[in-house]
């Protein structure tokens, strides 16, 4: 029984680990990197690196995520917008799938861990 009990407790740990968003992720565009961390009871992704030379770095990118289920919910900005938009992550392997809600439109990218 003791042993089934250290079983499941490592599953669940490594299960939980899988699924975790903090990290550095590449958008795939212009090479830029965004760190996710947790600050208090949310997350935020800040832009840490990009080849754009118009890009801010440390620009907080994700803002006020927190998970609902089997993602994270939150909002995104968008810089050619100007403007915040809710977005649904989910983690995927090594990746990251964020679904963007723009009014009647929405949009689906996603980002590779690394």
């Known amino acids: 029984m003791k042993s089934l009990m250290i079983l499941l407790f490592c599953v669940v740990t490594f299960s ?3 699924q975790s968003i903090d990290g550095v992720w590449n958008t795939r565009k212009d ?3 965004v ?3 947790q600050t208090g009871d949310s997350w935020i992704g ?3 690196s990009s080849n754009n030379k118009n890009a801010k770095i440390g620009r907080v990118i ?3 995520l927190k998970k609902s289920g089997d993602h994270w919910a939150g909002k995104i900005y968008v810089a050619r917008r100007n403007s915040w938009y809710d977005v649904k992550v989910y983690p995927k392997n090594n990746a990251l799938e964020l679904k963007i809600n723009a009014g ?3 949009r689906t990218i996603e980002w590779t861990k690394g």
């Open 16 to 18: 939980l680990q899988a």
């Open 31 to 33: 090479n830029s990197k």
């Open 35 to 37: 760190e996710i961390t």
């Open 46 to 48: 800040k832009l840490k």
């Open 62 to 64: 994700l803002k006020d």
């Open 104 to 106: 009647f439109r929405g």
